[in-house]
């Protein structure tokens, strides 16, 4: 089984560059099989959740044709009606499965899609893209673990989500922007990968107005044509290298970057003390020679603090000087890293939706397990900032969202290894003393 093992108390310094947007590709690569033309997408992160929606395309018959390690051809052209089900073990595991029921319904009108999995992060229902596409005018069942959604046709219509979700907003963009007339999305996420979407979707002839603000208007056409993408920088691998700065009082600049998508975090890394330069398509945090303050977070939708950045802040404010409090306020389950990082010396307190934090001076290396992908991803930066060593279990879902995560460390400084046996986890302890 694959872990990592790491020896920590060093400052991580130097550049980073940052891949596409994870959540961005999930979405557009669904999106790519709604023309029967053909979609070159570029920036895509080699990523575990991609390299699964990729199969799942394959899988109802779509091609996919991997031009190199971040670029990818997709045509939808040889998908028929009839065979618009995705189903699958390893579909099971994705969250994201779910855009394909967008995609497929708004250019077949049909699609029978596996209930969802994903990271086990609180309930997730998917109540408002059940109501969204019934609004659409399709009947939606769920039974024997799959969603169905079926229509004679689509038609515009006027829906408001009851809460600001992130996949409904683009689910329901998808299949209205195939439908006949006009629809208004209210109260709309507005994060930075809803209009990657709508821009992915405009570019393939599509007629979306307004992502990124509350309301999206969509005009819908009859059907889309080819088109060449980038995916947009990947907002919470940025955030994740920043906070790897300040947990281990580097010095890290992130490239390839939007810093506008970064300005929460960095407004928050600034408040504890770190000093951050924004550039045009970088920003650097640095955070040495300092003890870092405690500050109050709570998690909201975009523009807000991003639930996904949540963990990584914590484990920083878990070295900070003085009391932190965290609100999660978008998914109940997100605290699960605590037990781990408590081992490791930390000191947090949880009470429903909040974790009190009283700063510790360091942390000491334990051997951990990942609960989920971003936690996961804390719980290594947190090994990079103990003293001895840590290993972490469970990296499949790290590796769920980060390409390379080990080597992207190891440029910066870390010592940190991938192995895959007791022998090499030795020889890693023998090498690195
Ligand atoms: C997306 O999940 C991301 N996943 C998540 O990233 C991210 O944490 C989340 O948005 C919030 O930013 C992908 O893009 C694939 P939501 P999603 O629908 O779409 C409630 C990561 O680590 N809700 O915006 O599932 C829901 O329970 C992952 O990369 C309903 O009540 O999130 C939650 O409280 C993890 N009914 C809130 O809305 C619904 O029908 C936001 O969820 C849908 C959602």
Known sequence: MEQYVMKGGRPLCGEVVIGGAKNASLGVLAAAVMTDGECLIENMPDVRDTNVMLQAIEGIGGVVERIDEHTVKISGRSICRENT??????????????????????????AIVALPGGCDIGSRPIDQHIKGFTALGAKVDIGHGM???????????????????????????????????????ENAAKEPHIVDVANFLNSMGANIKGAGT???RIRGVEQFHDSEYAIIPDQIEAGTFMAAAAATGGDITVKNVIPKHLEAISAKLAEMGCTIHEYDDSVRVDARNRRLTST??????????????????????????????????IFENRFKYVD???RMGAKIQVEGNTAIITGVEKYTGADIVAPDLRAGAAL???????????????????????????????????NISLVDSDRSLQKFKLQVV
């Open 296 to 329: 109050q977070i709570k998690t909201l939708p975009y523009p807000g603090f991003p639930t996904d950045m949540q963990p990584q802040m914590a484990i920083t404010l878990a070295l900070a000087e003085g009391t932190s409090v965290i609100t999660e306020s």
């Open 214 to 216: 509350d309301v999206i």
């Open 147 to 185: 969603i169905t959604a079926v229509a004679e046709n689509l038609h515009g219509a006027h829906i408001y989500m009851d809460v600001v979700s992130v996949g409904a907003t683009i689910n329901v963009m998808m299949a209205a922007a195939l439908a006949d007339g006009n629809t208004i999305i």
């Open 380 to 414: 290594v930066i947190a090994g990079l900032a103990a003293e001895g060593y840590t290993t972490v279990d469970s990296i499949q879902y790290i590796q769920r969202g980060y390409e390379r995560f080990e080597e992207k460390l190891q440029a910066l400084g870390a």
């Open 340 to 342: 781990e990082l408590t």
């Open 85 to 110: 089900v995705v189903d699958g073990e390893y579909i099971r595991k994705i969250r994201a499965s779910y855009y394909l029921l967008g995609a497929l319904l708004g250019k077949y009108k049909r």
